[in-house]
């Protein structure tokens, strides 16, 4: 089962789980997390459904450029990580 783990920035704010998953895409992956933790999903996709722009995903270590879809495929050994985007200088 693909795993999804969240960073540890978002843990600040609300409890991030680390899931397994069936799921065959990203988007059903993530459909599945929110499904149980509705509040994460105000933090990781904006009101259109599409990743917000502070957000990026890595899947098995590819980062995703998809970004409204979110029909990246998973494999049953997938790990994606989701974090927010950091700036600055």
Do not use: C, K, W
Not at 1 to 21: E, G, N
Not at 52 to 78: H, K
Request: charged share 25%; net charge positive; glycine share 6%.
């Amino acid at each position: 089962m693909a795993t999804i783990v969240f960073t540890q920035q978002l843990a600040r704010f609300l409890p991030v789980p680390q899931l397994a998953t069936a799921a065959a895409t990203l988007r059903a992956a993530l459909d599945e997390v929110f499904a149980d933790n509705a509040r994460l999903q105000g933090y990781v996709l904006d009101d259109q459904g599409r990743l917000r722009a502070n957000v990026v995903i890595f899947i098995d270590g590819r980062r995703t450029r998809e970004r409204v879809r979110l029909d990246d495929p998973l494999r049953p050994d997938s790990t994606v990580h989701i974090l927010q985007a950091l700036s600055g200088g």
